[in-house]
């Protein structure tokens, strides 16, 4: 869809992008500034199409603006409208994502599908482990991406906190903190009802009321992962520029515990 709308706004005259599309009488589109200058250097006020050269009567520049968009839309009516429900079309890139008990910090439990985890108050795992997170309350998910798109959901529930994401797979998993793309993380995390997105400069948003459940779509080739609000059918945020030299993993970082209590769980949708 982007490309074919991306071809109709071009103007064939400036070849740039145009802002304000100017339909002629022939259909074919152009930007205002082309169309302007046509009608100025002739006395009759006559345009003709440089595509076509039909010939097309001059008028107001606000009909000839409307025009353009009006025929825009009507042009691309059907996939404008497939454009609000992209979540749809995300699930063609479905992975079954579980998480590895082999990097998962010793705080953590972890269902025996492997699909859910909560952050406790006792250690489970006391062994060290050199895949396992020592001081972050985190889990890396599997398998591990090196190309093409592939999306996942999960559900957060109700907690107050918690980080979504993918990461590098050589991550530094001794680090005591760093959760930033400097570091070879890029997420959203929610924290006292603000959406924080773990980029440099900072990037925080207003928490979405009621969010719990979220979609990830990570495009390797396009080096970006952008996280979905999937029951509102909306974008959160887009993290572009990836350094993808190496595998991308999952990456989940669930509610800590609260004094007398365990933390939230967060589980992967299969």
């Not at 205002?32 to 009608?39: D, I, L, T």
């Not at 992962?225 to 991308?248: A, M, R, W």
Request: glycine share 6%; proline share 6%.
């Amino acid at each position: 869809m982007a490309l074919s709308l991306q071809e109709e706004l071009t103007c064939p005259v400036c070849l740039e992008i145009s802002l304000t599309p100017v339909s002629l009488s022939c259909t074919h589109i152009f930007c205002f500034p082309c169309v302007h200058r046509w009608m100025l250097e002739d006395w009759e006020l006559k345009v003709t199409c440089p595509v076509c050269r039909e010939e097309s009567d001059s008028a107001p520049a606000e009909d000839l603006i409307i025009g353009g968009i009006s025929l825009l839309f009507t042009q691309h009516r059907a996939l404008l409208k497939k454009s609000l429900h992209v979540s749809s079309e995300l699930l063609r890139f479905c992975e079954d994502v579980t998480l590895d008990p082999s990097t998962a910090h010793s705080f953590l439990v972890l269902s025996e599908d492997l699909r859910s985890v909560r952050c406790g108050n006792v250690c489970h795992n006391p062994l060290e482990d050199p895949e396992r997170f020592a001081y972050l309350a985190c889990v890396l998910g599997t398998p591990c991406f090196s190309s093409g798109r592939h999306y996942w959901e999960v559900e957060v529930g109700k907690a107050e906190e918690w980080t979504l994401g993918i990461c590098k797979q050589s991550v530094d998993r001794k680090r005591k903190d760093g959760f930033t793309s400097e570091n070879g993380f890029w997420f959203i995390s929610k924290k006292a009802e603000t959406i924080y997105t773990g980029s440099i400069p900072e990037t925080s948003l207003p928490a979405i009321p009621e969010l719990r459940h979220l979609g990830i779509f990570l495009d390797v080739e396009m080096e970006e992962v952008k996280f979905f609000d999937v029951q509102g059918n909306t974008l959160i945020y887009t993290h572009s520029h990836l350094s993808c030299v190496e595998p991308l993993r999952p990456f989940f970082c669930p509610e800590l515990p609260r004094e007398g209590d365990s933390g939230a769980s967060m589980k992967i949708c299969s």
